[in-house]
């Protein structure tokens, strides 16, 4: 019996470990990578390297088999002592790759510990050395920002093409003068005849900021000025300026700075002077609106609990571009690296006699890395500089900083510039101080009645996010708006070739000027109308009533430990119970002295005995068995303390296993849904989103598709949302609703029945309809665009998705404490095992009753059938604890009442069915009766011992010698 439990034991080990294997395959490996920020700094930063880590977790086209984590610590500005601490930390950790700060001094510190750790160090700052410095200084650190040698070249190539002569430098420190060494370098090939010449100054600030040296430069005759600062001051450098006559008509200023399209300049426009400037990132490209719009929607919610947070106002500085491409240059890196390697993160220590040994191949991979960023391509050299790099060249027109060239390191300058008129010279603002017709229809939480006890009129009935949307638009580009309602309720369709209905409809033929509601952006809209970009993206998803809690399970009260824990708590249980068996035949100590000295030494821990011992103390109700020799107590109290802390770690998960419901989920995706037959679903009838289906190659959407027009069509496709909204709600599960995402998230704000099951079957967004060949087009783009990027549209969304009209209300309900009462269902498993245990113990019983009755039956000479009436018989009297025996051959039975209360039988009497003391049993223990007599190994036999039981009354002389001896004393025979 216990090799066979030692074979399904070890089965079971065996199918566990090769469990583990499988999911260890399947799931990814964890890495972690850190970023050091400097205290203070931009809160965006920690946002974009983030962000990067979740999106290349997202897409595992990017890293596939490998999970980035991300760690980030935070050093005072340009403390080298903690800059080691916080390294040392991180690699003790085991990170892979650190992402340097800003602050000079802590990065240099930093990258000399990660070279000598062969660990990648990537930097996103200014680098104020030249090529070969950072080529000797570390084959293991790699910097995204744009190479200064090649930047400055840049500088020279504008300067050139505009024909610049008497240049004025103004630069913030010497080491940004490194940025402007190739327009240094150009002064030693001037000729003699040339008229190239720089007059340089430094931006020294005092008492006055620095408007003494721009009064210098405002005296002087120089009006070409390179203005080499950072963001930081440029704002303040600029407005000085504008004090003491420097921003005027005739002065051209080149910034240095690429992050001058972040800095407001609408109050330098008026004035006639050029700006120049140059921008690595491009925001117009679709990447990089998405990674503003979620930095922008991140600070933002951060902003609802900390209030000192400025959210960004449009444009993406480079920093927060570079530290979001870094993170996916490394990733690809580290794809390539773990498809021809098995890379592991290890803990590394500071002392530096360790070193990370895939750094070094990693390293490699990363200098032949190349891809388009948010800051345009990103290729390193040999020495893990970026001098392969595209600008963007820009210059202050009247709508802003407007592209009008390029330069690349291939090409170099290229200009295309496009003129703008200027406000008073030229055209009008096509929009401005104008009166439009915005037509739309009334559905929550776009457009609403206002609620209210007045009588209200105009745009002042109407509330909603439409409403606020056309109210933000009207402010930026300066016109006014009437708003009215569709007249017939429809978004717009074409009934026939160029006649359009619903909202569409009156925006063809001239009632409305712009339509802004929840109206999709299709195909066949697009062809006949004008669309904004998306002021809101969504797809269709599934409408369906919430997860309800899974019926409590029968057997619940195994949850709490996994079946591992139960397969090696019986392991132990086993190996225990015959450990405590042989320990037990070990001792001398454990082998009790009989009380006469012809009985034989017992024990109490047989086989049995041990295993009802250890059962006993586990389930915490011991038993009648003595420890007595010393190893067994040590044994027992180290089997109580293992029972005491299993018992306690079930009782303790049970409680919360039993409080928590698990809820049950009948699908999850629209796989699900189209795999089953009991649920149904539909759309509404004629609608975009049946469309979509009736459109769709996927297989899943046709198999959806064919039931949705099948014999059940009139059954599942309804006339609107709401009929479906309702029918979801009353068929309690039995039915589910395609709508759009937007719509569901509104709803189940509110009703709180229902939930969004899945993801997005498609994308697509929610435009500005308008007619073609309007000029309105580009200007509502723009101004969307600008609501988008400061975040006004993800506020409103809050507002009125969250807050407005019982916004809010499901979080609320659901937000109760408390502990809900255990129900029968839920314990229902543990009476069911106790019924189970008295059944079985019946059939022992009857078992018992039925071989013991046989035997009494053949001792007495009488039939069974006989033998088992009698029992019966005396068994269901239900009184008494004393019976009459009856000896085999004798009439002489005894006359003892039936109705006496003693608990024992007598000692000379022998029971039914052979219950006989056995001569080696004392005090009439069961153990030492059935299971206890087993023969001391120690024991050497005196002659006393072979004596039959009834010459031990003559043997009074043995007896007295024996008495009191030791029991492993061997006793001479004479």
């Known amino acids: 019996m216990v090799s066979s439990m030692g074979v399904l034991v070890l089965w079971g080990a065996m199918v566990l470990v090769m469990t583990s294997m499988v999911a260890g395959q399947a799931m990814p490996r964890q890495m972690t990578i850190a970023a050091i920020f400097d205290e203070g700094g931009d809160k965006k930063h920690e946002l974009a390297f983030r962000h990067a880590v979740q999106s290349i977790n997202r897409n595992r086209d990017i890293l596939s088999g490998v999970e980035l984590t991300a760690e980030i610590v935070y050093i005072p500005e340009g403390n080298t002592y903690q800059a080691e601490r916080k390294t040392c930390y991180l690699l003790e950790k085991g990170v892979v790759a650190i992402f340097g700060p800003l602050s000079k001094p802590s990065s240099e510190h930093i990258k000399s510990i990660t070279d000598s750790m062969e660990i990648p160090y990537i930097e996103t700052r200014w680098n104020y050395r030249s090529q070969n410095v950072i080529g000797k200084a570390g084959d293991y650190a790699f910097n995204l920002h744009p190479d200064i040698t090649t930047l400055s070249r840049a500088y020279l190539d504008l300067m050139e093409a505009y024909e610049w002569k008497t240049i004025t430098i103004l630069y913030q420190d010497n080491d940004s003068m490194m940025t402007l060494k190739e327009i240094l370098d150009h002064t030693s090939t001037v000729g003699p005849m040339d008229e190239f010449r720089l007059v340089i100054k430094q ?69 006639g002077t050029n700006f120049t400037a140059f921008r690595l990132i491009d925001v117009d490209k679709p990447e990089v609106q998405n990674v503003i719009y979620s930095i922008v929607e991140s600070m933002i919610d951060t902003e609802l609990r900390m209030a000192n947070i400025n959210v960004p106002e449009g444009n993406l500085d480079t920093t927060t571009a570079l530290i979001y491409d870094s993170v996916h240059a490394f990733a690809l890196a580290l794809n390539e690296l773990t498809a021809v390697q098995q890379v592991r993160q290890r803990p590394l220590d500071c002392s530096g006699q360790t070193a990370w040994v895939h750094g070094n191949s990693l390293v490699n991979y990363m200098k032949m890395v190349e891809f388009i960023g948010l800051s345009g391509p990103i290729k390193f050299d040999a020495s893990g500089l970026r001098t392969q790099y595209a600008m963007d060249l820009m210059e202050l027109q009247m709508g802003g900083l407007t592209k009008v060239g390029t330069w690349n390191t291939l090409d170099r300058l290229g200009l295309a510039r496009v003129e703008e008129e200027s406000a008073d010279g030229g055209a009008p603002h096509p929009m401005a101080n104008k009166t439009f017709v915005i037509c739309g229809v009334l559905n929550p939480p776009y457009t609403m009645y206002v609620e209210s006890f007045e009588k209200l009129s105009g745009n002042g009935r109407y509330e909603g996010f439409a409403m606020d949307l056309a ?33 569409l409809g009156e ?38 009533v919430q997860p309800r809690p899974a019926a409590p399970s029968l057997i619940a009260f195994l949850d709490p430990f996994t079946t591992d824990v139960y397969i090696y708590t019986m392991l132990v249980f086993v190996m225990t119970s015959l450990c405590l068996y042989v320990l037990a035949r070990f001792s ?82 629209v796989e699900d849904l189209a795999n089953q037959n009991e649920i149904w679903y539909g759309a509404v009838v004629g609608g975009s989103t049946a469309g979509f289906f009736k459109k769709s190659e996927n297989d899943v959407y046709m198999r959806l598709n ?38 569901i998230q509104y709803l189940v704000e509110r009703r709180c029945k229902l939930s969004q099951v899945g993801g997005l079957l498609d994308s697509k967004g929610y435009g500005i309809a308008t007619q073609k060949g309007t000029p309105y087009k580009d200007l509502l783009d723009n101004a969307i665009l600008k609501l988008l990027e400061g975040g006004t549209l993800h506020k409103l969304r809050t507002k009125w998705w969250k807050q407005k009209r019982g916004g809010g209300a499901c979080l609320s309900a659901g ?28 059939v022992f019983a009857i078992i018992e009753f039925l071989y013991g009755t046989s035997q009494a039956a053949k001792e007495a000479g009488v039939s069974w059938v006989e033998e088992m009436t009698c029992e ?29 209360q003693s ?18 049993s004392r005090n009439g223990s069961i153990y030492k009766n059935n299971i206890g007599m087993v023969e001391s190994p120690y024991e050497v036999k005196s002659e006393h011992s072979h004596k039959t039981q009834n010459d031990k009354p003559d043997s009074d002389e043995g007896e007295e010698s024996s008495k009191n001896g030791n029991p492993f004393e061997t006793v001479d025979d004479d």
């Open 706 to 743: 064919e039931f949705m027009s099948g014999v059940h069509n009139s059954e599942v496709m309804l006339n609107s949302n709401m009929e479906g909204v309702e029918k979801v709600e009353e068929s309690d599960g039995k039915y589910a609703f395609f709508m759009e995402s937007a719509s």
């Open 203 to 271: 931006l020294e600030h005092n008492e006055n900021g620095y408007r003494d040296v721009l009064k210098e430069i405002y005296f002087s005759d120089s009006n070409l000025i390179v203005l080499d600062c950072e963001k930081s001051i440029l704002d303040e450098v600029l407005k000085q300026a504008q004090q003491v006559g420097l921003i005027s008509q005739g002065y051209y200023f080149l910034l240095t700075s690429l992050d001058a399209h972040t800095v407001n300049l609408e109050d330098y426009k008026y004035g």
């Open 815 to 842: 937000g109760g404490g408390g502990v809900s009462p255990l129900g029968l269902s839920s314990v229902l498993g543990v009476f069911l095992v106790t019924m189970l245990g008295c059944a079985i113990a019946t």
């Open 872 to 900: 019966l018989k005396f068994i269901f009297q239900c009184h008494g604890n004393t019976k009459e025996l009856r000896n085999r051959g004798s009439d002489s039975d005894s006359n003892k009442s039936g109705n006496s």
């Open 588 to 669: 001398p100590n454990q082998w009790e002295e009989p009380p006469d000295p012809g009985d034989e030494f017992t024990n109490c821990f047989t086989m049995l005995g041990s295993f009802w011992f250890t059962l006993g103390a586990f389930l915490g109700q011991g038993s009648d068995l003595t420890c007595i020799s010393i190893n067994i107590r040590f044994a027992a109290c180290f089997w109580f303390f293992f029972a005491l802390i299993m018992i306690a770690s079930y009782t303790a998960n049970l409680a919360a296993f039993l409080t928590v419901e698990t809820l049950e989920r009948p699908i999850e995706s």
């Open 471 to 503: 109210n933000e638009l009207s402010l930026i580009l300066g016109f006014n708006f009437t708003f009215k309602l569709v007249d017939d309720g429809k978004y717009g369709s074409e009934t026939s070739p160029g006649n359009w209905n619903g909202m």
């Open 903 to 920: 608990s024992h039988l007598s000692l000379d009497e022998s029971p039914p069915y052979s219950r006989k003391k056995s001569n080696y």
């Open 507 to 544: 925006v063809h033929e001239g009632i409305a000027d712009f339509v802004i509601a929840d109206i999709s952006i299709t195909s066949s809209r697009a062809g006949a109308f004008a669309f904004t970009i998306p002021w809101l993206n969504l797809g269709i998803s599934i409408l369906y």
